[in-house]
């Protein structure tokens, strides 16, 4: 069977072509050559592949968001990748994703499909609303993680759904709640992230699916029979 993401890509590749050309622009830079993980980020990865993986997960993103025209969107005409010797797994500052070789260099499992899982997640504050740095970093981060999720890329060692303390503990926790809510409606988070264009407030839950965040906290616990 081929990877996951190669069908994905495939799909997306489609898409993009009955949708015109990207404007935005793709940036890689290696800084961390000579190195473990710099050498396998250009044998095993590479560029040109990076390149792809980040116009793909913009558009997918895009979709996903419902960021049909150039007003729904923030102003981004650039995005870089910096690979670097760092802690960590990635972070993304501004319009910059910064990837740690070190990462890379020590990954056990197929590298490629966690590097385009990471990048889907990373590449997901570029482009979201963040509540005017009012909404939890949870929530953010948990958005953040339901792009990868909904891209089919979540890593095997995420949590189950029904699983966490709290519904914006953030990342795996988080995102398999906004799934949940996402099926109660499916435009849930596209509309939650334009609501966070200019600020944020927990009874956007509420307004968009007729019950508090809480509650709807605690219809997810029950459902998977996780409730303490």
């Known amino acids: 069977m081929a990877p996951k993401h190669m069908f994905l890509f495939s799909c997306l590749v489609i898409l993009g072509t009955l949708n015109g050309i990207f404007t935005v622009e793709f940036d890689v830079i290696n800084n961390a050559e000579g190195s473990d ?4 980020f250009e044998n095993e990865i590479g560029t040109e592949y990076s390149k792809s993986t980040l116009s793909f997960s913009t558009f997918f993103i895009w979709g996903l968001f419902q960021q049909d025209t ?3 969107r923030k102003d981004v005409q650039r995005v870089t990748l910096i690979m670097e010797i760092m802690d960590g797994v990635a972070y993304t500052a501004g319009d910059e994703i910064h990837f740690s070789a070190n990462y890379i260099g020590d990954y056990s499992g197929d590298v490629k499909t966690e590097f385009t899982g990471v990048i889907f997640h990373e590449m997901t504050p570029v482009w979201q609303w ?26 095997g060692n995420w949590v189950k759904p029904g699983e966490g303390d709290r519904w914006d503990q953030g990342y795996d926790v988080t995102a ?10 499916s435009d849930f988070v596209a509309e939650l992230n334009e609501k966070m264009r200019d600020g944020y407030s927990d009874d956007f839950f509420l307004e968009l699916l007729g019950e508090t965040v809480d509650e709807l906290w605690s219809d997810y616990k029950d459902m998977y029979g996780k409730r303490h």
């Open 176 to 185: 398999r709640f906004l799934d949940y809510c996402n099926g109660l409606s």
């Open 70 to 72: 150039d007003r729904d």
């Open 37 to 40: 993980g710099g050498t396998r």
């Open 130 to 155: 963040n509540g005017a740095g009012e909404a939890p970093g949870g929530l953010i981060e948990g958005i953040a993680d339901f792009v990868r999720l909904s891209a089919d890329l979540a890593p």
